[in-house]
């Protein structure tokens, strides 16, 4: 389901950018290991490090 006022096509791409961080993410960070986020908008990547047992903390400038 798409946001109000997104198209479809924008929705998947935006969704498949999303994905490709978190592949990237999953191959740099690993268990153990701890993070700062710095400008962390939404706090995705922090909420996705907190499943794991990575450490992680936001700075927001």
């Known amino acids: 389901m798409c946001p109000d006022g997104w ?3 924008r929705w998947t791409e935006i969704r498949a950018f999303l994905q490709a961080e978190i592949e ?3 191959d740099i960070v690993t268990e153990g290991m701890s993070v700062i986020d710095v400008g962390c908008g939404t706090g995705r ?7 794991g047992s990575i450490e992680s903390a936001a700075i927001v400038p």
Not at 45 to 51: D, G, P, R, T
């Open 7 to 9: 198209s479809s096509s």
């Open 24 to 26: 990237l993410l999953d």
């Open 45 to 51: 990547h922090l909420a996705l490090a907190k499943v």
